[in-house]
């Protein structure tokens, strides 16, 4: 996209002198005899830079860039004006209406490199627009997606408590172990039927809390990965836990790449004979 610098001056020779002299460069160049005309073509080009001169009728240019600023705040906007006006003028750049201050008569290439840094710190003036909104936007996303990971949370806290809930009511002893050896589900039933021997309970380590016998079976069924398992005559097994013989299940909680875990169901043979 061509820039755009929009010149405002009531002397028709200082705006022809500065079309001629920036001919050659590629910038669309609009110009402008008072403000009111100036603020028209504002409404019908995006321009980047405002350049106007100070003592003009009707409306001054620190008053002309004044509104140009409240309707175009990204717009670069410029004085070019005789050295008599300073005062008035510095008044205007303190009041953040100006980004600089040119002086009449101008030197040409002085005023090719000032315009040349007008049109860079509009570009980044538009840099940081685009990324505080890019910002702003991935702020916003970043709300809805902890706000539905929020949700998420509750719902599978629900569904954890809900499973809890249940697998304590189970007159079968079942037992959960995290992959790191740490017991992290134990219904009643199973505190009943080892605590015992073993002073079993919640974050334990198995090593402390389990029979050599479940330690081994769970090594070999649950904490490994398919193919390092054993055949299913060892993850289904009678052994005896405190003078009861039980019939124990170990099944391996785990994906196609991570194990899990592992869960433990103990059935006392005595249940499975009344059956």
Same mark, same amino acid.
């Given at each position: 996209?061509?820039?755009?610098?929009? /010149?405002?001056? #009531?002397? &028709?020779?200082?705006?022809?002198?500065?079309?001629?002299?920036?001919r050659? &460069?590629?910038?669309?160049?609009l110009?402008?005899s008072?403000? @009111? %005309?100036?603020?028209?073509? *504002?409404?019908?080009? =995006?321009v980047?830079?405002?350049?106007?001169?100070?003592?003009? +009728?009707?409306m001054?240019?620190?008053?002309?860039?004044?509104?140009?600023?409240?309707?175009?705040?990204?717009?670069?906007?410029?004085?070019?004006?005789?050295?008599?006006?300073?005062?008035?003028? !510095?008044?205007?750049?303190?009041?953040?209406?100006i980004?600089?201050?040119?002086?009449k008569?101008?030197?040409e290439? %002085?005023l090719?490199v000032? !315009?040349r840094?007008? *049109? &860079?710190?509009?570009?980044?003036?538009?840099?940081?627009k685009?990324?505080?909104e890019? !910002?702003? =936007?991935?702020?916003?996303? *970043?709300?809805?997606?902890?706000?539905?990971? @929020?949700?998420?949370m509750?719902?599978?806290?629900?569904?954890?408590?809900?499973?809890? #809930?249940?697998?304590?009511? !189970?007159p079968?002893?079942?037992?959960?172990?995290?992959? #790191?050896? /740490?017991?992290?589900?134990?219904?009643p039933?199973?505190?009943?039927?080892?605590?015992?021997?073993?002073?079993?309970?919640?974050?334990?380590?198995?090593?402390?809390?389990?029979?050599?016998? *479940?330690?081994?079976?769970?090594?070999?069924?649950?904490l490994?990965? +398919?193919?390092?398992? #054993?055949?299913?005559?060892?993850c289904d097994?009678?052994?005896?836990?405190?003078?009861?013989?039980?019939?124990?299940?170990? /099944?391996?909680l785990?994906? =196609?790449?991570?194990?899990?875990?592992?869960?433990?169901?103990?059935?006392?043979?005595?249940?499975?004979?009344?059956?």
């Amino acid at each position: 996209m061509t820039e755009k610098i929009l /010149f405002v001056d #009531d002397e &028709e020779n200082v705006l022809r002198s500065l079309k001629r002299m920036l001919r050659r &460069e590629n910038y669309e160049i609009l110009t402008a005899s008072s403000g @009111e %005309e100036g603020l028209r073509l *504002l409404k019908q080009h =995006k321009v980047q830079v405002v350049v106007s001169d100070q003592r003009m +009728p009707e409306m001054t240019g620190t008053e002309f860039l004044s509104q140009v600023r409240k309707l175009y705040p990204d717009t670069i906007r410029v004085v070019l004006s005789g050295y008599a006006d300073a005062a008035a003028i !510095l008044t205007s750049i303190n009041e953040g209406n100006i980004f600089r201050f040119l002086t009449k008569p101008w030197i040409e290439e %002085e005023l090719r490199v000032n !315009l040349r840094s007008c *049109l &860079e710190q509009h570009a980044m003036v538009e840099q940081n627009k685009i990324l505080t909104e890019s !910002l702003y =936007k991935q702020n916003e996303e *970043l709300k809805v997606l902890a706000q539905q990971l @929020e949700e998420l949370m509750e719902i599978r806290t629900s569904s954890l408590e809900l499973v809890q #809930d249940i697998v304590s009511l !189970l007159p079968m002893p079942v037992i959960g172990i995290s992959v #790191d050896r /740490f017991i992290t589900m134990i219904n009643p039933a199973a505190v009943e039927l080892l605590s015992t021997s073993f002073p079993i309970s919640i974050g334990m380590e198995i090593d402390q809390a389990l029979p050599v016998e *479940l330690i081994q079976m769970l090594e070999k069924c649950s904490l490994s990965m +398919p193919g390092e398992q #054993d055949n299913e005559t060892e993850c289904d097994r009678q052994i005896t836990v405190n003078d009861v013989p039980v019939r124990v299940r170990s /099944f391996g909680l785990q994906n =196609k790449h991570f194990i899990r875990g592992g869960l433990l169901l103990l059935e006392p043979i005595s249940c499975l004979t009344a059956k």
